[in-house]
Structures are given as C-alpha cells and as structure tokens.
C-alpha cells in the first residue's frame, strides 16, 4: 500500500480546488466521484442526488475507495452549491490529509 497520495479537485465555478492526501492511492474512486457528480448537475438533476451516489459508490472494492468516491463526489456538489453564494475565496488548493 503506498503511502500520502494526493488526490486533487481543481477549482470549479468559480470555488476553489482542494488537495486531499490518502493514505492509499483512491485517485480513481475520487475523479469517478468528481465525474458522477458532475454528470448529475450538467444532466439537469435527474434522479436522485443519493441514489445515483449510493449506487456507483458501492460498486467499489474497499471501505476507502468508497470513501474516496464520496469525498469527490459531494466535494463536486459543495463547489457547485458554494458558487451560488457568491464566495469572494479565490481559487486556491487547501490540502487535507484523510
């Protein structure tokens, strides 16, 4: 298992980007969680927000891949949500260590 592998999440909408250390390589879960989430958004929020997430999370193998999709995935939503707040935060990356 390799060790501090950092995923990212660029700004979106005008809300800044995150930088998120795991302590395995999740890069994969975290961008299908970003993907999922934003397909939902750009495809006029068919369906339910939760069921699309519950379904494609527990296709994952492990507790952390799941973890990571759903970091990606209501990251996504949380950039989308914040940007209609009119955040004055400029893009910037804030790292977490999960």
Not at 21 to 32: T, Y
Not at 61 to 80: D, N, T, Y
Request: net charge neutral; glycine share 8%.
């Amino acid at each position: 298992m390799s060790k501090g592998v950092t995923t990212h999440l660029q700004a979106h909408d005008g809300y800044p980007g995150i930088e998120i250390i795991w302590a395995a390589d999740c890069r994969q879960a975290f961008n299908q969680g970003v993907k999922l989430a934003q397909a939902w958004l750009d495809n006029a929020k068919s369906g339910w927000l939760w069921a699309a997430m519950i379904a494609e999370r527990d296709l994952l193998p492990c507790a952390i891949e799941r973890r990571a999709f759903e970091v990606g995935f209501l990251s996504r939503i949380h950039q989308r949500i914040c940007s209609h707040q009119g955040s004055d935060e400029q893009s910037r990356s804030v790292p977490l260590t999960l």
